[in-house]
């Protein structure tokens, strides 16, 4: 199946049709990232991935997720993982995998990550390379980082884990990814914090067990208002969500000044911290939101696919430089 690109004229009440996306995301980010371009694979047209587990690694299990899928990769039955997914597949439950042949997947995993051991990471290369040919693959395993977003210019040191999780590691990943997935593009411009929307999430996902804040947020080029632009999904690590950290991964994950550049909307959807099932506020990779989590009936996943596909109909206001 060719996957098309079919765009959107922008906010405020406009009309979208059917809408190809991509995605990205760092920890549980990348985890809900893979969820949404395997489930969704009709549309979705590539992910960018960094500290990253293969499709429903977790199998609905906490503790699951929090070793074999975390720090001890060579638990992990790649060849399992990916029968299920054609399971799935053949009943309904997501896309069918043929469509995820023609994505491009970019896959980062830090050789010193303190959360997600890069064996996790390779596992989940393994895992695409089961369903996409490997020059539609592009991972990196040679670098010294830790758990982070890792930019080229913004954040702490490489080698250092912790809060808000984005690391200078001298490496563009908003960019390396973008590029990897997109093909050439225009270099980075300085991104125009006029062009950042807040919205209210409650329209696509009105289930409050869902976990999601009440509010997201987007990056519109100007051009995007009245043009036909792509559209990326970035999805937050645990503890990186707005309400925990303010706007620092909306403000400095690099993708907003490629996307200003290049013509992409960058929607930040925002999950929250719950007591008991999610105390870190990370997306639902594991189960707390229920047993479908993974597949295209999960609760998040089905929000924010429907944000992708309804952008012509949010209701939003623009911050602009009062972002904190």
Not at 44 to 70: E, H, K, M, R
Not at 147 to 176: H, K, M, R, V
Not at 278 to 285: P, V
């Amino acid at each position: 199946m060719v996957k098309k690109f079919v765009f959107f004229l922008g906010l405020l009440g406009l009309s979208l049709s059917s809408q190809a996306f991509t995605a990205s995301g760092l920890g549980a980010g990348a985890n809900m990232a893979v969820q949404l371009n395997i489930a969704f694979s009709a549309d979705s047209v590539g992910a960018g991935l960094i500290a990253g587990a293969p499709y429903y690694c977790a199998q609905g299990s906490a503790v699951t997720a929090s070793t074999a899928c975390t720090n001890a990769g060579y638990l992990i039955n790649t060849d399992a993982l990916v029968q299920y997914t054609k399971d799935q597949a053949s009943a309904g439950n997501i896309d069918n995998v043929v469509n995820v042949a023609t994505d491009h997947v970019w896959i980062f995993a830090g050789a010193k990550d303190e959360v997600v051991n890069q064996s996790v990471g390779r596992k989940l290369y393994a895992y695409y390379q089961s369903l996409i040919d490997n020059h539609r693959i592009n991972a990196t395993f040679d670098q010294q980082a830790n758990f982070a977003w890792i930019t080229s210019s913004e954040g702490n040191p490489c080698w250092y884990y912790g809060t808000p999780y984005i690391n200078n590691c001298q490496l563009d990943a908003a960019g390396l990814m973008l590029k990897s997935i997109y093909g050439t593009l225009q270099p980075a411009v300085t991104q125009n914090f006029a062009n950042l929307y807040q919205f209210p999430q409650h329209e696509f996902v009105s289930n409050s067990s869902a976990g999601m804040d009440t509010f997201g947020w987007i990056y519109q080029p100007a051009y995007c208002i009245e043009n036909a632009c792509k559209v990326h999904v970035a999805l937050h690590g645990c503890n990186q969500n707005y309400d925990t950290v303010g706007a620092v991964f909306i403000k400095n994950s690099g993708l907003n000044g490629w996307a200003e550049a290049n013509n992409i909307v960058v929607i930040y959807p925002q999950v929250l911290p719950q007591s008991q099932v999610n105390t870190d506020g990370c997306w639902d990779w594991w189960g707390y939101t229920g047993p479908n989590y993974a597949l295209k009936s999960g609760i998040q996943m089905a929000g924010i696919y429907n944000l992708t596909q309804s952008l012509g109909t949010i209701t939003s206001f623009r911050p602009g430089q009062n972002l904190n």
